[in-house]
């Protein structure tokens, strides 16, 4: 079965995907400018192109190019109360947009079946174990859920978009996300009761028929991400003794309030 896994494109270990994504939470709390940052998405779209998702990855750097963009302005031509308030905003949006973005390319790529492999390798406590092994099976059953309410709404002329939710806000909170609360209910109760059914509460030490190792991807892609996080290390100490500015480095205003 492993073997079937690497054959279909690249693969990496859940360990590994874990570990990239402490280094991710790391190097975007320590990244010096915003050069830094948009160099952190690249490479985590980079990650998603290697695994298929060229679309996402494609879609989520040219949404955070524009927000770059934005970002700058502001900082160029705002001031005031306005121009701080965008500011704070801003510097929090920058500081979780890649690990959301790495996280969504880890949730779309991990099989719940690797994950508890994982897990019982590294005897990870079952507290912690269950409650995200039905996160990775209740986010895809949620979304397939919430297609199937929209395309059924839509035969009823209920506009799930924000245009229709502000033409119609009454019938489209009615027909939709009442539907979606009720469905996401269900499905945690189901998977809920499917994981216990299937024993996932047992004490005694569990076998698993996928077989994880680390291979070279892996090894490569927890070495980019440590030699990435030690040279914004190395970056924020030279600046911090300097006076003169990077070129992509922002204003000093935003480097506080990041």
């Not at 949404?63 to 121009?83: K, S």
Request: include cysteine; hydrophobic fraction near 50%.
């Amino acid at each position: 079965m492993m073997g079937e896994n690497r054959k279909k494109g690249f693969w990496l270990d859940p360990r590994a995907k874990l570990f990239l994504i402490l280094m991710c939470v790391l190097a975007s709390m320590v990244a010096p400018s915003l050069g830094y940052q948009f160099i952190l998405v690249l490479l985590i779209a980079l990650l998603g192109v290697l695994f298929g998702k060229w679309k996402y990855a494609v879609n989520a750097v040219c949404f955070y190019a524009v927000i770059c963009v934005l970002t700058v302005w502001i900082m160029t031509e705002m001031t005031g109360t306005l121009r701080t308030m965008f500011v704070a905003f801003l510097g929090l949006f920058h500081k979780v947009y890649a690990c959301g973005m790495l996280a969504g390319i880890v949730l779309s790529t991990t099989k719940v079946s690797e994950f508890l492999s994982a897990m019982n390798r590294i005897h990870a406590p079952k507290k912690l174990v269950i409650p995200l092994a039905v996160m990775l099976r209740y986010i895809p059953t949620i979304q397939e859920d919430w297609r199937f309410i929209k395309d059924a709404m839509r035969m009823r002329d209920v506009s799930p978009t924000p245009a229709g939710f502000l033409k119609n806000p009454g019938m489209t909170i009615e027909c939709i996300y009442v539907p979606l609360m009720m469905a996401a209910s269900k499905a945690a109760d189901e998977l809920s009761i499917a994981s216990i059914t299937r024993g996932i509460e047992n004490p005694s030490p569990r076998t698993c028929l996928v077989q994880i190792k680390c291979g070279a991807a892996d090894w490569i892609g927890m070495s980019v991400a440590v030699a990435f996080f030690a040279l914004e290390l190395c970056s924020t100490s030279r600046a911090s003794g300097c006076t003169t500015v990077a070129v992509l480095r922002l204003p000093t205003s935003y480097q506080q309030l990041l």
